[in-house]
């Protein structure tokens, strides 16, 4: 998929970006994967923590990124255009909806993130707490061309 990217976008960087998928299980990913191929998904959110334990450097505006489905499929190319980090709690309505997850309310996404965060924190050791530190990204869907946001 990488391959096909450069090929189509001579000058970019040659070096393979991250591979991952959305969330913490495959059935999790399908759907967030979905919500991004079929929907209105622009954005997403990650505990700096995780990317500490992980050894991961944090995202940077144009960096790409490849996501795969919950078989390890790769299916999309991302790439940042906006990143803030930030407690937890500070999401706005405005980043909420765009990640377009729940019905899109400030409210669902600090529920559904809450636990998704207790989840995934408590597996690495880190206590949960409101305000941990947020990555908060938003991004364009760059490949294949026929799901490229314009």
């Known amino acids: 998929m990488w ?19 959305f969330g913490d299980s495959p ?3 399908d759907e967030l994967l979905g919500l991004v191929t079929h929907g209105p998904k622009r954005a997403t959110a990650g505990a700096v ?26 299916q999309v190319v991302l790439r940042s255009v906006e990143l803030r980090l930030g407690p937890l709690d500070t999401v ?7 990640e377009g997850e729940d019905d899109r309310t400030r409210d669902a996404w ?12 408590g597996r690495i050791g880190v206590e949960f707490h ?12 760059v490949w294949p061309p026929e799901l490229a946001d314009d």
């Open 3 to 21: 391959a096909d990217y450069l090929a189509a976008h001579p000058g970019r960087d040659q070096e393979q970006p991250p591979s991952e998928r």
């Open 27 to 29: 059935a999790l990913a």
């Open 92 to 98: 706005d309505d405005t980043f909420a909806w765009d």
């Open 49 to 74: 923590a995780d990317y500490q334990h992980s050894g991961e450097l944090l995202p940077r505006i144009g960096d790409h990124w490849i996501v795969h489905d919950g078989a390890g499929a790769p």
């Open 130 to 141: 409101s305000r941990i530190d947020v990555v908060f990204e938003r991004f364009r869907v």
């Open 110 to 121: 600090l529920d559904s993130h809450t636990r998704y965060f207790q989840r995934t924190l």
